[in-house]
């Protein structure tokens, strides 16, 4: 299993315009957060989650859980995604998850409440400038959960939940990348350790 | 420098509909490709330039010109490219480099008129699967320009001409990957090296 957990720290959560993704909190990250970590081409990958933390107005925190294996009828464009988004913010929620979509939930849960979760599952990874090389540290990561923070980066108060939970502090770059940047990169330094020294993803 | 070339083979040379991007002849993939190769978090390279060939109805060839030197008022999102990019399919083009917008620029060019101009300042390099792991032959690459197709990937009658003009064939994963993340990967792979030797790039 491979998960993605990205901070939409203005994303909004109530319904919104298609037209206009970077005025929704900047759901246009998001979107291609989502198609980065899930597609390949022509086809999706397995094992793959994506879980979206909303914190932008009028009701965070929302998470929506995007699961490659039970997915249906998305496509890479960020229109489609935010389609997908925009489908599951308008749900009555609860701590529960509620399936929007086949593949889609989304539930009310805090940061705490949701590593608390995938802390079970994952091996949990926070991408951050100054961490240590993936390159060098991806052969000892079992099913990781990489966190990544949007075009605003991580906040204080997320950090210190995300620093309690995280195992590894990773980097993928000297640059500054954009969020779905990082994720294409984690992917591939996994594709690679995987195909090189023929273990099954 | 660093360049990118990507083939839309059915990417319309006609304005079209923000809001349907695949629908004209899967722009969304060019838009996404666009937004790869030019931008870090809140900045963008220096020294990139994109080249669109763009070969669907009703009047291919058309190639546009984005680089990232003079470019303004872009951002990463694909409806925003794409924006940029109807703007320039709607101009009365000829052979010579028209500019549509700051740093955009469009022609009326096929794949050979293309490469004989790019090839006097570019190290040609096309991205096929098969090729030699690109993250081996970095090293060697000065002023690469990627060649890379889109979801169709390229047709025999371009590859031919890609062929005769291309130094290195190169692959960047085992996986069949979206052309934006073959984007990403040469420029982290490229990235790495020169922060690694200590470069400038």
């Not at 699961?67 to 890479?76: C, G, I, Q, T, V």
């Not at 991408?127 to 990544?148: A, M, Q, T, W």
Request: net charge neutral; glycine share 6%.
């Amino acid at each position: 299993m491979r998960g993605f957990l990205i901070i939409g720290n203005e994303a909004v959560t109530e319904p919104f315009n298609l037209s206009d993704l970077p005025g929704a909190g900047r759901m246009d990250v998001l979107c291609r957060c989502v198609s980065q970590a899930l597609f390949l081409s022509h086809s999706m990958r397995r094992d793959v989650e994506v879980y979206l933390l909303l914190l932008g107005k009028p009701n965070p925190p929302k998470v929506i859980k995007i699961s490659s294996n039970e997915l249906r009828r998305m496509s890479p464009d960020e229109r489609n995604i935010g389609g997908h988004i925009r489908k599951a913010v308008g749900f009555k929620i609860s701590k529960d998850w509620v399936e929007t979509n086949s593949g889609i939930f989304v539930a009310k849960k805090n940061i705490e409440e949701l590593l608390d979760e995938l802390s079970s599952s994952y091996t949990i990874c926070y991408l951050r400038e100054d961490g240590e090389s993936i390159r060098n540290e991806i052969y000892s990561i079992k099913n990781p959960l990489f966190i990544v923070g949007d075009h605003i980066g991580v906040k204080k108060q997320e950090e210190d939940i995300i620093l309690y939970y995280a195992v590894k502090i990773l980097s993928v770059s000297k640059l500054s990348l954009m969020a779905e940047q990082c994720i294409t990169i984690a992917h591939y330094e996994l594709d690679k350790h995987y195909h090189e020294n023929f273990i099954s993803i």
